[in-house]
């Protein structure tokens, strides 16, 4: 055996074994999943993943660079971020009297929502399907999943279904994504407030989405005890940020923030978003185009043959294409440069379906032509 194999052979032998006390102590919850995939766009046009696709003018760019100069890295942020958060107070219209909590994108504030209520016997629910890190997080935090399709056709819910769900299961917490992810539709507001008063514990609204849907339910975060407003600002334009913002009670906001681990807010973070919520107008236009430029290209996607795109009130177009021709149609769009999310096989409602996000007026236009010539 040569020196090469016998290492190579030597590295396996270390593998197989770690992998039996891998599978030993690791909880099987954990084992059992797949790791948050994603794809390396390489040169593609990126049409994957709600990102915004615009940058900021130079000037403002300039600008933004100038106030990083006095940020101080070698001390620690400030643990409560107080400056950022009174301006997102202001930005985000947080009712008096709420509080608000940050987090590393809201990721983190669903993993410190979950990790204080999770517990022996307890559940989490969800409309099915919905964001893929609900489920993904209850996993880690170790509660058992329940997950309610929505109506087939529209995505609408199934009221007496999820009502029914939440007085056998009596959830810890219910998430309810406004507009939800993958479907990009608005549930209707009535029914919402429905589920937050038959729910036992908490209802997470998470407003993800919200730049591009014209309602929210920050304003009634005082008609329900049980009631969190999630945001971020992701899909403002800031995806690289990673900042996330929980709105509610102090009484329960308190709770989280002991989870919360320090600092998680960085000098760098907290120094950017004060810059960019200074400038929350430049960032309002973008959103307002890429709302303009949604119902273009769903108009423009509801003429091809073949194809059912849904009705969409974030940045995003969930579309069917024909029975069996999902993978090939994502291929073939691929093949022409742009690349976006195969929802087929996420869940049995998302049977033959694609999104997209909805980029500058050329990547559309680069999308539907791939999608045409496809189709
Ligand atoms: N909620 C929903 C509904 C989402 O779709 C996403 C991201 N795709 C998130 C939360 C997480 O966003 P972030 O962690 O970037 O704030």
Redesign the pocket.
């Known amino acids: 055996m040569s020196a090469k194999s016998a290492a190579n052979s030597g590295q396996e032998l270390g593998a197989g074994m770690a992998s039996g006390r891998v599978s030993q102590w690791i909880r099987p919850q954990i084992h059992a999943l797949s790791a948050y995939h994603v794809p390396d766009p390489g040169n593609l046009i990126k049409l994957d993943?709600?990102e915004n696709p615009y940058t900021w003018p130079q000037p403002l760019v300039d600008e933004w660079l100038e106030t990083l100069r006095h940020a101080s890295l070698n001390r620690y942020p400030d643990p409560q971020a107080h400056v950022l958060k009174a301006r997102l107070r202001e930005v985000l219209d947080i009712p008096q009297g709420m509080d608000i909590l940050l987090?590393?994108?809201?990721?983190?504030?669903?993993q410190m929502i979950a990790m204080a209520v999770a517990g022996p016997g307890r559940t989490v629910l969800s409309p099915e399907p919905?964001?893929s890190?609900y489920r993904m997080i209850a996993a880690f935090t170790g509660f058992e999943y329940i997950s309610v399709p929505l109506n087939a056709g529209d995505f609408s819910l199934d009221m007496p279904a999820m009502l029914d769900a939440i007085a056998r299961h009596q959830p810890a917490v219910v998430f309810l994504?406004y507009?939800?992810?993958?479907s990009g539709n608005l549930w209707n507001a009535d029914e919402l407030c429905e589920l937050i008063a038959a729910a036992p514990g908490l209802v997470v609204v998470?407003e993800?989405?919200n730049a591009f849907a014209d309602d929210t339910f920050m304003p009634r975060l005082a008609d329900f005890d049980n009631l969190l407003v999630?945001?971020?600002?992701?899909?403002m334009g800031l995806?690289g940020l990673?900042?996330?913002v929980l709105a509610g009670a102090k009484a329960w906001l308190d709770e989280f923030d002991k989870i919360r681990l320090p600092y998680n807010i960085g000098v760098l973070t907290q120094t950017s978003a004060e810059f960019a919520l200074r400038h929350y107008d430049v960032l309002e236009a973008q959103a307002a185009q890429i709302r303009a430029d949604r119902e273009q290209l769903l108009a423009r996607m509801r003429v091809l043959n073949g194809i059912t795109a849904y009705p969409s009130r974030a940045n995003f177009i969930l579309f069917r294409v024909p029975a069996g021709r999902a993978p090939e149609i994502f291929a073939a769009i691929k093949a022409d440069g742009v690349l976006i999310k195969s929802m087929h096989g996420a869940s049995p409602l998302l049977n033959d379906c694609l999104r997209v996000t909805v980029g500058t007026p050329q990547e559309n236009e680069a999308f539907l032509a791939a999608l045409a010539k496809v189709i």
Request: charged residues 20%.
């Open positions: 993943a709600m987090g590393n994108g809201s990721d983190e504030l669903i919905s964001f890190m994504s507009p939800n992810n993958p998470d993800a989405y999630l945001r971020t600002l992701s899909k995806a990673r900042l996330g």
